[in-house]
């Protein structure tokens, strides 16, 4: 995905919902800070989106321009309309936020996570892309171990044990990667 396209994804989501202001998850929110991501941070072909205000009218993104609708069909790429539960963040996570605005996106905001809450939310989901992701994270220095470690305590959704269990894959993944190991 691009940014462009991403871009695209939020004018539609504002006329599916009418609504203004809209969270960008998953891999594509680094599009957000990083408008020209390398490649491997671009594979996806769908942006995980919800309107800040009104997460209950996600279902409608996802059945207008979701897997499979005409949209995906004529542009190659699609929504998945998602909630705020669907990525595990740290609790001042929208301080840090990339805001996409302007042109591309009639005006409407898409605010993006920034590359250490990404990070974090992929590492809690832990599915072998969501490494792999991280990994290149590491390796293109994206974030630095340190930064993302000091931001574990800040995640209350998850208890000690869990914490412990994410400091612990993040510094496993951190060594696989030559700029962290």
């Known amino acids: 995905m691009t940014r ?35 490649d491997v941070f671009r594979a996806s072909r769908e942006a ?13 993104i996802d059945g207008a321009i979701g897997e499979g ?3 995906h069909e004529t542009y190659g790429y699609y929504a998945q309309g998602v909630g705020p539960e669907t990525a595990v963040l740290p609790d001042d996570w929208m301080s840090r936020v990339h805001r996409v605005q302007g042109p591309g996106t009639e005006g409407k905001v ?13 590492a809690v989901a832990g599915r072998e892309k969501d490494r792999v992701f991280c990994m290149a994270m590491f390796s293109h ?12 305590p800040r995640m209350s959704t998850l208890d000690r ?18 700029s962290e190991g």
């Open 161 to 178: 044990d869990e914490q412990l269990r994410l400091r612990r894959t993040l510094a496993r993944w951190a060594a696989g990667t030559s």
């Open 48 to 60: 995980d989106i919800y309107p800040l205000q009104r997460p209950d009218l996600s279902d409608a």
């Open 110 to 122: 898409a605010y993006c996570l920034d590359f250490a809450d990404l990070m974090l939310s992929k």
């Open 141 to 152: 220095r994206l974030v630095a171990l340190h930064d993302v470690l000091a931001l574990v």
């Open 69 to 71: 609708s005409q949209f």
């Open 4 to 38: 462009e396209e991403l871009e695209h994804i939020v004018r539609a989501s504002a006329d599916i919902t009418d609504q203004y202001e809209f969270v960008v998850v998953g891999s594509q929110s680094i599009l957000g800070a990083l408008p020209a991501a390398p």
